[in-house]
């Protein structure tokens, strides 16, 4: 009886080693098999009246609990690179939404596969994710009843191209993509491509809006989505530190979350106003005078094209419609030489369209 019992466990560990959705690479990157399981790649963490200290879907088989109000919102939150479920966006907006009344909030955690210094099997890894995430939003819509329009997916870093990759997903199985996505300065490394089909473009939801905070080290500095907000440029954030230092980087990283998490009360606003890009705004070639957009929680779905936008140097950082003091140079705020910024100024009108690629 005894021998039996044993055998029988040894047998049922072997199975799960077997059938472990990861391995690991050499450097000791955790690699998602083909065909691994989705309950052991992705998670989610359902917070809103009924669970407001989270539902974990993993421990009921990823089923959505019973009783839904399918006429409620739901926003997805994504983690990025060496996050997770707590970490940015979740950690700055989650808090905010959950005051909001009837606003159901999905955390989503796949730390385990996107964990530092795996960088480049974590950009392997997304792919996966996503497409377990669009399975787990056809059992929302399907089971659940919820509708496309009330769901919103925020997606910080990394967890930016998650979300455009789903949609793409979702739009391969079902003709139907996301309404709304949210890129919060979305990554750069491995996604400077012209495939649309390898990272987030306007044409995976309705509605793609992005808020830059890191143009040159995180986050991509061409325009992404239907709307893009540069607040400070998107090359620096107040009281972040000297640009040459890494942290400093992260800090700027992260602030696209904080803008978009105090976006949600803030009565004062982030206003941004119109201009064609980055490379136009440091020449001078818009004021503030007649086209203005709202950054965040309340950017209108018709808002088009890229606004710019200076903020306090501490929380709170909005200032409304104040644009006195903009600054316009990026000179000694980069890694960049101002050598190198110079010999860029002399190349004129096809610097304009190395902005483009960056
Ligand atoms: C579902 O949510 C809607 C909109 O927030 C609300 O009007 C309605 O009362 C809710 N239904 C239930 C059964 O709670």
């Known amino acids: 009886?005894?021998?039996?019992?044993?055998?029988?466990?040894?047998?049922?560990?072997?199975?799960?080693?077997?059938?472990?959705?990861?391995?690991?690479?050499?450097?000791?990157?955790?690699?998602?098999?083909?065909?691994?399981?989705?309950?052991?790649?992705?998670?989610?963490?359902?917070?809103?009246?009924?669970?407001?200290?989270?539902?974990?879907?993993?421990?009921?088989?990823?089923?959505?609990?019973?009783?839904?109000?399918?006429?409620?919102?739901?926003?997805?939150?994504?983690?990025?690179?060496?996050?997770?479920?707590?970490?940015?966006?979740?950690?700055?907006?989650?808090?905010?939404?959950?005051k909001v009344p009837n606003v159901n909030v999905v955390s989503l955690e796949f730390g385990a596969l996107v964990p530092d210094p795996c960088y480049v099997q974590s950009v392997e890894n997304a792919r996966p994710v996503s497409i377990c995430l669009a399975r787990q939003v056809r059992k929302l819509l399907g089971k659940a009843k919820v509708s496309l329009e009330l769901l919103h997916v925020i997606g910080y870093g990394l967890g930016a191209h998650i979300a455009g990759l789903a949609s793409q997903q979702l739009q391969a199985e079902t003709n139907l993509r996301f309404a709304h996505i949210t890129a919060l300065d979305p990554a750069k490394p491995?996604?400077?491509?012209?495939?649309?089909?390898?990272?987030?473009?306007?044409?995976?939801a309705d509605f793609v809006d992005v808020i830059h905070t890191d143009v040159f080290m995180h986050g991509i500095l061409q325009p992404l989505g239907h709307v893009d907000f540069y607040p400070n440029m998107g090359v620096t954030q107040p009281s972040c530190g000297p640009s040459q230092n890494?942290?400093?980087?992260?800090?700027?990283?992260?602030?696209?979350?904080?803008?978009?998490?105090e976006s949600i009360f803030s009565k004062t606003g982030f206003w941004g106003f119109y201009c064609t890009e980055l490379y136009a705004f440091l020449h001078n070639e818009c004021q503030p005078n007649t086209r203005y957009e709202l950054l965040g929680y309340y950017t209108r779905s018709k808002a088009r094209g890229a606004y710019f936008l200076a903020t306090n140097q501490e929380y709170p950082f909005a200032r409304g419609f104040n644009f006195d003091n903009l600054d316009r140079t990026i000179r000694g705020k980069t890694y960049m030489t101002d050598g190198f910024i110079n010999k860029i100024s002399e190349m004129g009108e096809s610097a304009r369209n190395l902005t483009k690629y960056i």
């Open 246 to 261: 890494i942290e400093t980087h992260q800090c700027y990283h992260k602030r696209s979350a904080e803008y978009y998490a």
């Open 1 to 98: 009886m005894r021998a039996t019992c044993f055998i029988l466990a040894l047998a049922y560990l072997l199975l799960q080693l077997v059938n472990r959705a990861t391995a690991f690479d050499h450097q000791g990157c955790r690699v998602v098999k083909p065909h691994g399981r989705c309950s052991s790649i992705l998670n989610y963490h359902l917070y809103n009246k009924a669970f407001p200290s989270g539902y974990d879907l993993a421990r009921r088989g990823l089923i959505w609990p019973e009783g839904l109000n399918a006429s409620q919102h739901f926003v997805i939150l994504i983690h990025g690179y060496n996050g997770n479920m707590d970490r940015s966006p979740n950690a700055e907006i989650r808090p905010e939404l959950l």
């Open 190 to 204: 491995l996604y400077l491509t012209k495939d649309l089909s390898a990272r987030l473009d306007p044409s995976d």
